[in-house]
């Protein structure tokens, strides 16, 4: 079975494809399709199958680091690396590029001081689970350049914003174990049939404006 067919099906089989509903992406689009990607690592099978066939994409690309900003690629980072190290004999370190506010959804990450001393000088896979804009893989792009890293390239589980290489740089790989554009509205313009027809966005899964009261500090919350 092809391996873009079987990640669909593994997404399908854990419940992490939801449809005919209306949700927020990040990019402040709508639409009626959502891939729930906390999904993956709450299925610690499909989480493990999914890494070890990305893993084989990289797997003679000389792989010293493993950066992922969190918290979905963090998670994948982990668990490529470990399959990359059996593979190759040696230590292929996973890391995280940390959220500069952990209290919102905004894209700000940073790197630790431990982190820039680790990937300085290596040759660093970025990776992330599911890719919408790539925005949080491109500043973790630039992130790992600024700190003297070699992006050797990136990975993602599954692409469902069209993504390329070249939106990502002069970077020598670009792996994707499925591609699925998925049709999004401007919701500014009108173009949202549920907005013009009054149905909330979800606030459980995506960006819907009110799942943002989730992140809110409990003395803020107690006021309301």
């Given at each position: 079975m092809r391996e873009d067919v079987e990640m669909f099906n593994i997404l399908q089989d854990i419940g992490a494809i939801l449809?005919?509903?209306?949700?927020?992406?990040?990019?402040?689009n709508h639409g009626s399709t959502?891939?729930?990607h906390l999904a993956i690592f709450q299925h610690?099978?499909?989480?493990?199958?999914?890494s070890r066939f990305l893993a084989e994409r990289f797997r003679?690309?000389?792989?010293n680091c493993i950066l992922g900003p969190r918290n979905g690629g963090a998670s994948l980072a982990e668990r490529i690396s470990e399959h990359l190290s059996y593979w190759c004999g040696g230590n292929v370190m996973p890391l995280a590029a940390e959220k500069t506010c952990v209290c919102c959804n905004g894209y700000g990450f940073y790197l630790t001081e431990d982190?820039?001393?680790?990937?300085?000088?290596?040759?660093?896979?970025?990776?992330?689970?599911?890719?919408?804009?790539?925005?949080?893989?491109?500043?973790?792009?630039?992130?790992?350049?600024?700190?003297?890293?070699?992006?050797?390239?990136?990975g993602y589980l599954c692409n469902?914003?069209?993504l390329k290489r070249e939106n990502f740089g002069d970077i020598e790989r670009y792996e994707s174990l499925l591609d699925w554009t998925l049709q999004s509205w401007n919701p500014a313009k009108g173009e949202c049939q549920p907005c013009n027809n009054n149905v909330p966005l979800s606030t459980r899964f995506g960006h819907?404006?009110?799942s943002?009261?989730?992140f809110l500090p409990l003395s803020q919350k107690s006021n309301k």
């Open positions: 449809m005919n509903g209306h949700f927020g992406y990040n990019g402040g959502y891939i729930n610690p099978k499909a989480a493990e199958k999914c003679s690309d000389s792989i982190t820039i001393e680790n990937i300085r000088g290596k040759r660093v896979l970025v990776v992330d689970d599911v890719g919408n804009s790539g925005r949080s893989v491109k500043c973790t792009i630039e992130l790992v350049m600024a700190s003297g890293g070699i992006v050797v390239g990136v469902r914003g069209n819907g404006g009110d943002k009261q989730l």
